[in-house]
């Protein structure tokens, strides 16, 4: 992913993250892919806006996407 024109890193926090909101849903009764969760996580943490037509990023809490 880039931010900015910067690339943005998978570190060990992405990947908690994901765990994190993967757990919560899952709580819930909710899956999501993991690709799908640590593109959540990574755009959470960077305060980016996520370009989707999948309907179910909107079950990731605090994920903020793009709309025209």
Do not use: C
């Not at 943005?8 to 926090?13: E, G, K, M, N, R």
């Not at 999501?32 to 990731?60: N, Q, W, Y």
């Amino acid at each position: 992913m880039t931010k900015e024109g910067r690339n943005v890193l998978i570190d060990t926090s992405a990947w908690i993250r994901a765990g994190n909101i993967s757990a919560g849903l899952r709580r819930k009764g909710t899956t999501l892919p993991m690709s799908d969760l640590l593109i959540g996580a990574l755009a959470i943490e960077h305060s980016l806006d996520v370009f989707t037509l999948d309907d179910h990023f909107s079950s990731i809490p605090g994920l903020k996407q793009y709309h025209k």
